[in-house]
């Protein structure tokens, strides 16, 4: 199974669509995407993939409630301040800050449902002020979620640094800026090989291994 992994695009939307297109014709089916891309136009190029999986982490740019409803109405959408998936026998985490989805991945039921006791909504009061006017668009942790997870790749952006750093049993990937870099990534799950695809220019060393 092959996953792409993009973050940053910002109002690189003809770059943004372009890339939906490479991984579609590939048949990859699963993108994640890291976060600061909510840009006019944006609601509309992803509603025109509806046979695309969408599993994206809000950025710091992300604040615009209407678009952010209009991507929650969409059934292949995925989106949230931490986004958790699973592919196979690896499990996931995507936020656009680096140490966000560690944080929450230590989580645990009983943590959340105390702070729930004593009226504190965790994934509201204590999310980063620019995402608390967005509450209403962030679903409540499931019980599967609120459970302490052991996750194998935690993947972030809002550098623009593209980054691979291996923290104990996990590893964390920043893939860098879709609107700078110029590239995505995609990520064989079965031989843990990826590959960064570009859009203007030839390199030779363009794969990376876990």
């Known amino acids: 199974m092959k996953i792409a992994i993009m973050s940053d695009s910002h109002g690189a939307l003809d770059r943004l669509e372009q890339a939906f297109t490479n991984i579609q014709k590939a048949g ?17 190029i992803f509603a025109g993939f509806p046979d695309l999986n969408f599993f ?9 409630q209407e678009r952010l409803a209009e991507l929650q109405k969409l059934p ?13 026998k690896y499990k996931i985490a995507i936020s656009h800050y680096d140490g966000v989805a560690e944080e929450k991945s230590r989580d645990s039921m009983t943590s959340c449902e105390e702070r729930a006791d004593e009226g504190i909504n965790p994934a509201v009061d204590e999310a980063p002020k ?16 609120r459970e ?21 049993k996990s590893v964390m990937l920043n893939p860098g800026a879709l609107c700078d870099d110029g590239y995505y ?6 031989t843990m090989k990826g590959r960064r695809v570009f859009f203007s220019r030839e390199i030779t060393r363009d794969r990376f291994d876990f």
């Open 130 to 145: 620019f995402l608390r006017g967005i509450s209403a668009l962030t679903p409540a942790l499931s019980p599967g979620e």
């Open 56 to 64: 994206i982490a809000i950025g710091n740019n992300d604040v615009n």
């Open 185 to 190: 990534l995609v990520l064989d799950l079965e």
């Open 76 to 88: 292949n959408v995925k989106i949230d301040e931490v986004v958790f998936a699973e592919f196979g």
């Open 148 to 168: 302490q997870k052991e996750v194998d790749i935690f993947i972030h952006g809002h550098t623009h640094r593209p980054a691979l750093v291996r923290r104990g």
């Open 28 to 44: 990859i089916k699963n993108v994640l995407h890291a976060g600061d891309f909510l840009e006019e136009g944006v609601v509309e």
